[in-house]
């Protein structure tokens, strides 16, 4: 069992930047797989980045290439946001899986409960 807690959500204007954390519970946390997904208002959830268990490779949505950067360390994964544009307004969950990195949100089996970033144009 993992449990997942994410903070460091807010309001940001256009161009800022933000980093989210999120804290997992559970001896084997190291060795799950990690993703960032969000979800808009009227919108489905859709993925953000991943961070695999072992040797950290990394995957990111086109959307975020280059703004984004996940990394990890033993007890925490982290979401840097850069240059953040309105359009990156959601909540956004990070979920664990004891797998490779994935970018489908249905084979993650551990869920946060989001944290909110709002970025104002």
């Known amino acids: 069992q993992v449990q997942l807690v994410e903070s460091g959500g807010g309001l940001v204007q256009a161009g800022g930047s933000l980093r989210l954390s999120c804290v997992g519970s559970?001896?084997?946390?190291?060795?799950?797989?990690m993703g960032w997904f969000r979800q808009a208002p009227g919108k489905e959830r859709e993925f953000v980045a991943a961070?695999?268990?072992?040797?950290?490779i990394t995957y990111y949505a086109d959307s975020v290439k280059g703004r984004f950067t996940i990394s990890r360390d033993n007890a925490r994964v982290y979401l840097q946001m850069n240059s953040l544009k309105p359009e990156d307004t959601a909540v956004y969950y990070c979920?664990?899986?004891?797998?490779?990195?994935?970018?489908?949100?249905?084979?993650?089996?551990?869920w946060g409960q989001g944290t909110q970033v709002t970025v104002s144009a």
């Open positions: 979920a664990a899986r004891p797998g490779g990195a994935d970018k489908n949100m249905w084979v993650y089996e551990y």
């Open positions: 961070i695999s268990g072992s040797i950290g």
């Open positions: 559970g001896r084997t946390f190291s060795r799950y797989a």
